[in-house]
């Protein structure tokens, strides 16, 4: 006899229960707005690019026209002050290889005056601080020599000239020594005698000697007019308040022409310190600008 085993069979498709109306509403919207809704787009963090720290066109321009134009300036003062040393000293040699010794004495002091600074200064950055001392003392006494020698050479200098255009004869000097000769020669003429006309030709002799001093003195006015046109501005400038004399701004005159030639070497301490400092700025400037590359890339990568 035959077993029936269809009770135990279950089949493979079950068909499910059939929505509701309200089911297949819902359905319908959630599909509907699954559809309407935006894609999501991946946002991509760009890399940060490392710019070079650069300064302005200008600011570059300058940076570099500075410096150069200090150290042309040093030079040349240097060598006008070498010049004009080396003339003094030698002319103060009693022989020509007096002169010559001097001369080299003269140009080596000013040689040391227009680099020690910079050296001293090289050194205090060291921290040495007995060569840096040791060469500003050094620099002290050959600052001292150059100026003592410029000071020689300016005042010998100005005393020629100015010698030189007070003898300078003019019309009104020759007119009066013209009348100073009559006057004498009419004297001696009348004063064989002490009488009246006698002392009337010393009176008039006197009196054309006195002319005669009072032109030489306008020439001699008139040989400096620097001095002269200087006193006359301070004296219009002050309205009056400050009334220096020829000899005041004579002495100012001599001080700068003897001073400013030996500045050379402060003026390439003071280059040299410029350019240090602007080399020292650039590397913080590059370290500064890594570190806010690293800093961009870890928040890159975070």
């Not at 006193?231 to 002050?238: A, F, G, P, R």
């Amino acid at each position: 006899m035959a077993t029936d085993i269809s009770a135990t069979i279950t089949p493979l498709y079950q068909p499910g229960k059939p929505m509701t109306g309200a089911e297949r509403a819902r359905a319908f919207r959630a599909r509907k707005k699954a559809k309407a809704a935006p894609v999501p787009v991946p946002i991509l963090t760009p890399t940060p690019a490392v710019m070079p720290v650069t300064r302005p066109v200008t600011h570059r321009y300058a940076g570099r026209i500075a410096p150069l134009t200090l150290t042309v300036a040093a030079l040349s003062l240097a060598a006008v002050g070498m010049a004009e040393n080396g003339w003094f000293a030698r002319s103060l040699g009693s022989s020509e290889f007096a002169g010559w010794l001097f001369l080299a004495v003269g140009a080596a002091a000013d040689s040391v005056a227009l680099v020690m600074p910079s050296v001293a200064t090289v050194a205090w950055q060291a921290r040495q601080r007995g060569a840096a001392a040791a060469g500003w003392v050094v620099w002290l006494m050959t600052f001292a020599f150059a100026v003592t020698a410029g000071i020689g050479f300016a005042s010998l200098n100005i005393t020629d000239v100015t010698m030189a255009r007070a003898a300078h004869v003019t019309p009104t000097v020759v007119m009066a020594q013209i009348s100073l000769t009559d006057a004498m020669a009419a004297r001696d003429r009348e004063c064989h005698v002490v009488g009246k006309w006698c002392r009337e030709r010393e009176t008039a002799v006197s009196d054309r000697r006195a002319a005669l001093d009072v032109a030489m003195q306008a020439v001699a006015q008139t040989a400096d007019p620097q001095t002269v046109a200087a006193v006359k501005l301070v004296s219009w400038v002050s309205r009056g308040t400050l009334q220096p004399t020829g000899d005041d701004f004579a002495m100012l005159r001599l001080i700068l022409l003897a001073l400013l030639p030996q500045v050379g070497g402060i003026l390439l301490m003071v280059t040299r310190l410029r350019a240090a400092s602007g080399t020292a700025r650039g590397e913080d400037c590059g370290n500064s600008g890594g570190a806010i590359a690293v800093q961009l890339g870890a928040i890159h990568i975070i």
